[in-house]
């Protein structure tokens, strides 16, 4: 699904005449005193690669053929839902098997954020709270929109449960998050009736139902569809404070969060107590003390990162977007306020209007995309070969991690990525970790997936964006 910790690791490779793994271009990348191989300070700003482009701002696709490759990642890829498409009435078996498929009961034991095993006990109230029996034969089909930043989570408990004792920065039961706006389809309740399990475009787990909105199909796609609107295109803005309204009072809003401008607004009258014309006034759900959706005026600053568009997909663009999220923290599922490797180059693409699946699996196999497939039969002279025709914007998979690349100096990619850490070859030979858990810039050829197998022997996929 997401990255593992395994694949997150990146070794210094031995470079000599005959090593299975040597890099081809056999110039040694210095390794400066924060550790990271290859990375000098100048290649830590978007300009320093956007200048190495020959064409930084050729469009790679036009808004039609963006909107075409959309329509064909919902009519082809398992992963992603259209709500739209769904039957009026949801049976028993469609829920359940939802439900199902990402609430399996752990097979392994979990730990707590002390250390402490989960006892069986508390595995078995978590997963009579899925309240499967409860689910009826067949019941209408009922929409939502999520009204803030939410987690989605496995099972419907914010209790956090981890592989390693003592490991907490992988939350086994965090899926993902939703951010404000977006629509979901509202299948099943919680046996508590604290969680809702919903289907979004790209997935589908629990929230908490105070984070969802209930209204009907035309209000939850109708807010969707309103023009005009403002793409957010910054790594996270928030709306503007207001005492008035806490509900949507410094709303963080992701990039790629489309929200709609309310025009008709009067230039003189104020929103929540406070004048207009240095912001926009959007229009945003909110969940009302009976759950129903309800729809209110707040304001996005003018200051902040945003624009009246998707942001044309360019090579220069996707390098601008990735490099605003350099150095955030890197969250399993979103987690810590961040996200991982597949939701953050999902984000980067969202803000150019691309819909990507939500896993690394996905992403790397899905039907709907041009991609170069690579099997353990394929020598590394493929592989090599392939990493010559690399472009920026390119997405390349290994077993549970992606990376995107945004250049290349002197033969050797450079790939922008949020991982968890790398490890590296001392002078002696010896393994040293560093720990990143962030968003960070490395080359390509130098990482390893342990200490056997390097990134490029271990590459499923390279994924493209063309017409």
Known sequence: MRPYRFATFALLLALGAGSLHARENTAVLPVPAHGVIGVLEAHLTPEFWIARLPQPDRLILDHAAIAAQNARMQRLDPSMHDLRALPARLTRAQVAGWIQTVSVRP??????????????????????????????????????????????????????AFSIRGDTDIDRFQESALFPGTPVVIAHRSRDRDWLFVLSPDYAAWIQARHVAEGSGAQVFGHGDKTPYRIVTGAGERTVFTPLRPAVSQLRLDMGVRVPVLTGWPADQPVDGQHPYTAHVIELPLRAGDGTLQFVPALLPKRADSAEDYLPLTPANLIRQSFKFLGERYGWG??????????????????????????????????????????????????????????????????????????????????????????????????????????????????????????????????????
């Open 334 to 467: 979103h987690a810590f306020d961040g996200r991982d490797c597949s939701g953050f180059v999902a984000e980067v693409y969202r803000s150019t209007g691309v819909m990507l699946p939500r896993n690394t699996s996905d992403q790397a196999a899905s039907p709907a995309m041009n991609r170069l497939a690579f099997t353990p039969a394929d020598g590394r002279a493929s592989r090599q070969a392939a990493l010559r025709a690399l472009q920026v914007g390119d997405l390349v998979y290994i077993p549970g991690h992606v990376m995107m690349v945004i250049g290349d100096i002197d033969g050797e990619p450079y790939v922008i990525h949020d991982t968890a850490g790398i490890n590296l070859r001392d002078d002696n030979g010896a393994l040293r970790r560093v720990v990143l858990n962030g968003v960070s810039v490395s080359p390509l050829t130098p990482l390893q997936a342990d200490a056997q197998w390097s990134y490029v022997d271990r590459i499923t996929s390279i994924v493209r964006l063309r017409r």
């Open 107 to 160: 097979s392994s034991e979990r730990f707590d954020a002390d250390g402490r095993p989960l006892p069986a006990a508390t595995l078995d109230a978590i997963v009579d709270n899925l309240a499967l029996d409860a689910i009826p034969q067949q019941e209408p089909t009922r929409y939502g929109l999520v009204v803030q930043r939410a987690d989605l989570r496995t099972f419907p408990t914010d209790l956090r």
